[in-house]
């Protein structure tokens, strides 16, 4: 019999645990054998509840017990949840989360001791839920040397885009929709500001160019300013607007970014709407590929969960993963990239308007005082010096825009 815990009893927990009670007939045939849930630890009183038996409130009884090999993470947040999965580790138990903050910040550290401990650290559901993308991406497309990634990683600012965009919603009023339903939560910044993008940006980069990335060098910017006259003059021009996290290698390093794009409505992440999620690799020598599906809820992210315990079962001790922390100048500012640039300005004077307009590629819309233009392209720091210089009509709004394969900065 295989024996496991889960830590944290709430979505993704809950849901490990009736994965593995509706799908038991079908992991018994997988390892000829049953898996047997025996210990929950959480903080909340489940008295009553049909597993109320099986709650334990102090880890170091699953900690202790030689019975228990696999250890689900399900609590969320750095800590205790490190100095767990850490205890577990050394335990020479099998680790596997959800837990993108933790793998973002401290992978290296839990792949290196599960490695030492001969066990497996695993996070198929850290990145896209239930859409399969850490193995594929480490395993079936390791014989690729991996040029980019591009996705739609977070399905709360996703499903808000799609509302402001197919019902003219404002923000604030897409916003409270995603939390009445359930897909936002009540402190949403780390959905709608990109952090929640930007960690599992990270993780993605530290397996696709084998270096740690610390989430704090990447440029981030979330959708909080987005507007309706944005969403607008998107769809006017042939773009949807889409949070997107971005990754592409250089000559000497990567440039990660996490912001609102336009994206083309041909391109397929503009399709990936709602809750969906959606992740775009090319490598070298596979081309484009793309994964898509339920980016988070309980079943999908359990499936995944449920999915990496085969994996540690089948191969304990291979570590999957990344070792090193990146050399000096390896991550690259993102600032340094040139994009065209959406930008809007409200009632400019004919002498900045003719700035404007020399500095344009396309007018989107003259109309009413509002001037929409996309600015040619440039990067960071010559575009703030160029609005600057034509304050103070200074743009309501300035959206960057992606073209695939087109941000190579110089070296
Ligand atoms: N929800 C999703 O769809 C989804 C998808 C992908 C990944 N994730 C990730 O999965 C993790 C869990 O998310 P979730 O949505 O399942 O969270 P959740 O519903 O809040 O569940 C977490 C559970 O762990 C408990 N807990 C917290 N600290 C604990 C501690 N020190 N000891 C014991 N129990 C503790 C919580 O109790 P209290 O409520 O009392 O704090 C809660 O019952 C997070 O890292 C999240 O980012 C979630």
Known sequence: MIQVAILGFGVVGGGVAKVLEENAALLRARFQTDVSLKYILDIRDFTGHAMAQRIVRDFSTIEKDPEISVVFEAMGGVHPALEYSLAAIRAHKSVITSNKELVAHHGQLLLREAATAGVRYLFEASVGGGIPIIRPLSDCLAANRVTSV????????????????????????????????????????????????????????????????????????????????????????????????HVRETASGIVPIVAPFFIKKTHILSGVSGVFNGIGVVGNMVGETMFFGHGAGSAPTASAMVGDLIEALERPSTPVGWSDTAPDHFVQDAKTLAFSRYARFVSPTKAQKEAILDAADAVLRDKDGTLSVILKPMDAQTCEVFLASIMPASPESVIRIFVPGEYVPEE
């Open 150 to 245: 591009t996705g739609i990683m977070n399905g709360t600012t996703n499903y808000i885009l799609t509302q402001m965009e197919k019902n003219g919603a404002s923000f604030s009023d897409a916003l409270s929709d995603a939390q009445a339903r359930g897909y936002a939560e009540r402190d949403p910044s780390a959905d709608i500001d990109g952090v929640d993008t930007c960690r599992k940006l990270c993780i993605l980069a530290d397996l696709a160019f084998g270096y740690q990335v610390d989430p704090a060098r990447v440029l981030c910017e979330g959708i909080r300013r987005i507007t309706e006259q944005d969403i607008s003059d998107a769809s006017d021009a042939g773009y949807r607007i889409k949070l997107l996290g």
